[in-house]
């Protein structure tokens, strides 16, 4: 190799060399630009964001600072110029407590939640313009109005009892004819269905006859009296006129059907001996017929009696039957879980017969106007009902209402709502998922918190433990193992009593003895506590 192609090799070489060391110094330097610009970057986001913007860190910045300054819930934040709501640990949702402190959880610090930021507000949960559209959530408004509704059901035909007659014997007799052969015979109102021959009505008919050719004072009396004993042998009033008007005896006796309809049964047959008070056949109307449908129980109410009946049957086709509710039966089938509504239908044609299956709608009488919103808005919790109502700026708010009647996809609101409002049909459970994990008090299925146990009834712990830290009105000690709790040993923080109740000048590394009372939602609050001396150096 010749000198100057060496020489030419070795300037490539010098040359690479310095343009990688200036890449090294230039990375140097935009890596130490960007570590010094990061906590003017945090200050900034931290002042002028929303704070449900934040990050876990700039959150516990922010804790850290309300300690030292003496800040609480309730309180304005004059970096933010908002009003604090509580604080919560991110990773464990559903838990609020209301002065910054250290995660009773985690080993990380409180982060705060604002009023008047996204999200922030406690009772409602904000969901962006562009989520809405990807959840597909859509609302509906809320509307005055009255459901028209009508209670179907299927029932079959019966027949009217209260159309039916029963003939029986007036006296002892012998049947000689009967016009009808044979049951369910259909009659005409005064149409003869049996010929009777009676004999004790021939001395009483022969007696009056007697009576009736005497003339003279007291033969009126006579008579009067003969006529009652007709009328007291069983003789019918038409019976005893036919008597008087013709003067003959009238031994035989036509008994003709009183209303129109069938004969249902039929007891006796030609040649037979009757006697008092035997039932010889019984004839059952047909201009009306019941029709018996099975109502479920939760609809009952809605119907009353006289209620309107349109009712159509297979049987007759093309033809419906017009009625009304008679009443509805005092009786509930355990299975079906439902009522019987008995319903007279006229029936001129006789085209309705017992068994036949009928289609009823009855009609329910106006309801009055009320707020309806869409069935598909309510959701039954199974201890109440609930509506997620949207609000401007995009927030959903649950809220309890009381739900009435449903027909039709409408559910009537007779609480909980205004006109105008509008709710939420599809998301809902998506919402609450979201409020569940913000730790929000809006929840659908939230119930109503039980009553707080007094202080004088809550259990009490008691141990020994060693102050890591003073903060405010919270201490973080490092205790043994608590069986009872079945604590290991552990660092946490406690609420400390009021400070009349503490010994004086408490500071990192005292030995104490503690009592203690569980809160809800919030640290262990200490209800007394001393001082012990510290153990013999060895």
């Known amino acids: ?69 003496s800040l609480k819930a309730g309180d304005v934040d004059p970096v933010t110029g908002r009003r604090i709501l509580n604080y919560h640990d991110p990773m464990v949702p559903g838990k609020n407590f209301e002065a910054p402190a250290k995660s009773p959880f985690m080993d990380m610090m409180l982060v705060p939640r604002y009023a008047g930021s996204d999200a922030a507000d406690a009772s409602s949960v904000t969901v962006s313009p562009r989520i809405q559209q990807n959840l597909g959530l859509r609302t509906a408004p809320v509307v005055e109005g ?132 035997m039932t010889l056949m019984r004839l059952q109307g047909t201009r009306t017929v019941w029709a018996e449908g099975a109502v479920p129980e939760s609809q009952a109410a809605l119907l009353q009696p006289g209620a309107r009946v349109r009712t159509t049957s297979p049987g007759a086709p093309g033809q419906t039957f017009e009625g009304q509710v008679q009443t509805l039966l005092p009786e509930v089938d355990a299975v079906t879980r439902t009522i019987r509504a008995r319903v007279e239908l006229a029936n001129p044609q006789g085209r309705l017969v017992p068994g036949m299956l009928v289609s009823m709608r009855l009609d329910r009488p106006k309801a009055a106007t009320t707020l309806l919103v ?31 009647l449903e027909v039709g996809g409408q559910t009537e609101i007779s609480a909980g709502l205004q006109m105008g409002q509008r709710v939420v049909l599809s998301g809902q459970f998506l919402i609450d998922s979201e409020a569940s994990l913000r730790g929000l008090e809006a929840r659908l299925n939230q119930e109503p918190a039980p009553p707080s146990t007094s202080t004088a009834t809550q259990q009490r712990y008691t141990t020994d433990a060693v102050i890591d830290a003073l903060s405010g009105d919270t201490v973080t000690l490092t205790h043994p193992p608590i069986p009872a709790l079945k604590w290991p040993q552990m660092q946490m923080d406690f609420r400390l009593p009021p400070r009349a109740q503490q010994p004086r000048d408490l500071e990192a590394g005292d030995r104490l003895q503690i009592e203690f009372e569980m809160q809800d939602g919030d640290v262990p609050r200490i209800t007394s506590l001393q001082r012990v001396a510290p153990e013999p150096r060895q």
């Open 1 to 69: 190799m010749s000198k100057k192609t060496s020489f030419i090799a070795l300037a490539a070489v010098a040359l690479l060399v310095a343009v990688g060391a200036g890449a090294w110094w230039l990375g140097i330097q935009q890596g130490m630009g960007h570590t010094t610009g990061t906590p003017q970057s945090v200050a900034a986001t931290t002042a002028s964001d929303d704070p449900s913007l934040w990050t876990i860190p700039q959150g516990e910045e922010a804790t850290r600072r309300h300690i030292r300054e």
């Open 146 to 277: 009255s459901l028209v509704s009508a209670v179907t059901a299927v029932g079959n035909v019966a027949w009217n009892e209260r159309e039916r007659v029963e003939l029986s014997s007036r006296a002892m007799g012998f049947v000689e004819k009967l016009h009808v052969k044979a049951a369910l015979d259909r009659v005409a109102a005064g149409a003869p269905l049996a010929e009777l021959y009676v004999p004790d009505w021939v001395a009483a008919q022969e007696e009056y006859l007697a009576l009736a050719r005497l003339t003279g004072d007291g033969t009126d009396s006579l008579q009067d009296a003969a006529r009652q004993r007709m009328r007291q042998a069983g003789m019918t009033p038409a019976h005893i006129q036919r008597v008087v008007t013709s003067g003959q005896v009238q031994a035989r006796f036509t008994l003709t059907a009183p209303i129109a309809g069938i004969v249902s049964e039929l007891m006796v047959r030609e040649g037979a001996t009757v006697m008092p008070g």
């Open 374 to 404: 869409p069935s598909d808005a309510v959701i039954h919790t199974g201890r109440r009902s609930v509506v997620m109502v949207a609000e401007d700026g995009g927030r959903f708010r649950p809220v309890e209402v009381t739900a009435g």
